[in-house]
């Protein structure tokens, strides 16, 4: 890893060739869409996106939970790291994210980061700021389910 100093993380969106290729509408559809026609599964949606991730991917694995807060929702998502394809950037991170709201799942860009060579340093640090980004507290125990994944990088 280079010095700090030379590390970058970037926040901003970004679309990935196969994640703007929403070919299979499936994906997209809500369970109760899909119940009216064809036997259409969450797993089978889950599986559609994740066969259009480039084989280059790294999966760094999941995490599932609840978050209760007025209401509450599941978490239900899939984390890859990805060599970044030319450009000012070494890594991107991306994840499949269940909606519960809308009963599908979602691609979701993360970050992307350049200074760092090692693919497992480069997740470790995007998802640790990502997290942080998002406000969430790693030493609350209701949390416990996105401190193992992090462990688990």
């Avoid at 991730?53 to 807060?69: K, S």
């Avoid at 007025?70 to 394809?85: F, G, Q």
């Avoid at 070494?90 to 994840?95: K, P, S, T, V």
């Amino acid at each position: 890893m280079k010095d700090d100093a030379e590390i970058l993380i970037d926040f901003e969106t970004f679309v990935l060739p196969f994640m703007a290729d929403d070919t299979s509408n499936d994906a997209k559809k809500s369970d109760e869409e899909n119940e009216e026609e064809d036997e259409y599964s969450r797993e089978d949606a889950l599986d559609a996106m994740q066969q259009k991730i480039p084989r280059d991917a790294i999966q760094l694995g999941e995490t599932e939970g609840e978050v209760d807060n007025w209401t509450s929702w599941e978490i239900d998502d899939h984390y890859y790291l990805l060599p970044w394809e030319g450009g000012q950037f070494d890594w991107a991170l991306i994840r499949i994210s269940w909606d519960d709201n809308w009963g599908r799942y979602d691609w979701e860009s993360c970050a992307r980061i350049s200074g760092v060579s090692n693919p497992t340093v480069a997740a470790r640090v995007m998802v640790e700021k990502l997290f942080d980004r998002w406000g969430i507290d790693l030493n609350d125990s209701d949390n416990e389910f996105y401190r193992d994944f992090l462990d688990s990088i």
